[in-house]
């Protein structure tokens, strides 16, 4: 099966994981499509095809060397993102791209504008595969699957091309932050991995965001607001001054590279009761502490203002920066690197502003650094992705286990 027509049947399959059923994976759409992954895995000849309890797919691609020397793993999570809608995609291929505005939805003159998308200029002569302007498109991470599928597919069929171990695994929930709750390293039994989970070619990222979110409840009193001087609490109006406590630029939207933010992404309450919640997002660990410092530290300074109790917080860690993991075996950025520029693909090693699978893995003792998969615009109707981009990815994949000593 080709590449192109291996991605467009995967993201066919609704896979969109949930954060409130509290299932093992999340959606039943999850476990079906593992059990389609698993059939061809099988299908196409590799060994030990397994999908576990909770719809983790694994597979191996045994060496065909002499000596045997690193296992070397590469790793694509199933799931798409819930926060928009990625049922019935129908997506479009663009070829030979000319530059132009793409329309996405004639009828409700939904463009892929090259005004606000600049990096659609870079793609100028590729084929690009879009959505249809009413979903998002998948290619995260399906492309990473059917990349790393096709390029295991190229080995069996070239039994004379000599390559490392590589062991596979497909991850469902990575969305959902739950990608690595029940991935058992030690069975996996790989030296090191790569997730193939990036964006726009040659990006190689061993550096990620520390990760903490704060969930906090602001409780009010409602009374009647004629009569409510000196009585009324209006848990908003508190919730609201909490935020405008909070270093007003540093947020997503005014923070770029090694930036560090407070993202306020939910806000919903009325006068009695208010809950609010923050992602909180830095490379380095002692800011990264201080952020969450700083938020205690506003919870209690309401609450003496307005009273113990009027302010609940949950703050919990969700996921450390991999490079405290990485550095110490660099030669595995080194190899990706190497592959990189064996095939033609220029690096660009850059901080991911955002998490992996591999983040956590780093710190569960699988060492995995994320390379591209040259994908854009992910979670939303503006995703896009590059055909031969994809191809590139491919080549590195195969490049890698090839150089793996």
Excluded: W
């Excluded at 093992?24 to 476990?31: E, F, I, K, L, R």
């Excluded at 992954?37 to 030990?48: F, K, P, T």
């Excluded at 295991?152 to 590589?166: G, L, Q, R, S």
């Excluded at 009695?272 to 830095?282: A, G, P, V």
Aim: with cysteine.
């Amino acid at each position: 099966m080709h590449l192109i027509e291996r991605f467009l049947k995967y993201i066919s399959f609704d896979t969109q994981s949930d954060y409130n059923t509290g299932l093992n994976p999340s959606t039943p759409g999850q476990a079906i499509f593992a059990q389609e992954l698993a059939r061809e895995l099988e299908e196409i000849g590799l060994s030990d095809v397994e999908v576990d309890e909770n719809s983790y797919v694994t597979a191996t691609l045994p060496s065909n060397r002499e000596k045997e020397g690193s296992v070397v793993g590469f790793i694509a999570h199933m799931d798409t993102s819930p926060d928009y809608p990625g049922k019935k995609i129908r997506p479009k291929v663009v070829e030979s791209y000319r530059g132009e505005d793409i329309v996405l939805n004639k009828d409700h003159n939904i463009k892929l504008r090259v005004d606000e998308f600049p990096e659609l200029k870079k793609y100028i002569g590729d084929d690009l595969i879009t959505t249809s302007g009413d979903t998002l498109l998948g290619s995260d991470d399906k492309a990473g699957i059917a990349e790393i599928v096709s390029a295991m597919e190229f080995f069996i069929e070239n039994p004379t091309v000599e390559h490392c171990k590589v062991r596979i695994c497909f991850t469902p929930d990575e969305e959902i932050g739950q990608g690595a709750d029940h991935f058992d390293v030690e069975k996996f039994g790989a030296d090191y991995a790569y997730t193939i989970d990036g964006g726009e070619i040659g990006q190689l990222e061993y550096e990620n965001f520390n990760a903490a979110t704060a969930k906090i409840v602001i409780h009010g009193c409602c009374v009647h607001p004629g009569y409510a001087r000196k009585k009324m609490r209006n848990s908003m109006r508190i919730a609201n001054q909490f935020v405008a406590m909070l270093p007003r630029h540093e947020t997503p939207e005014h923070s770029d590279g090694y930036e560090g933010f407070y993202h306020l992404c939910s806000f919903n309450g009325n006068v009695e009761r208010t809950e609010i919640k923050f992602l909180i997002r830095d490379f380095k660990r002692e800011r990264f502490e201080d952020r969450k410092k700083e938020i205690e530290h506003l919870v209690k300074k309401i609450n003496s203002e307005f009273g113990a109790g009027t302010m609940e917080l949950s703050l919990v860690d969700e996921y450390f920066n991999m490079r405290e993991k990485i550095e110490p075996v660099y030669h595995i950025v080194d190899l990706a690197e190497e592959a990189m520029n064996d095939v033609g693909v220029e690096p660009l090693i850059r901080p991911v502003r955002g998490g992996t699978d591999g983040a956590r893995l780093s710190y569960m003792g699988l060492p995995t650094p994320n390379i591209f998969t040259g994908g854009h615009n992910f979670h939303g109707p503006y995703e896009f992705i590059s055909v031969q981009s994809m191809y590139k990815s491919v080549e590195v994949i195969k490049q890698i286990a090839q150089n793996a000593i």
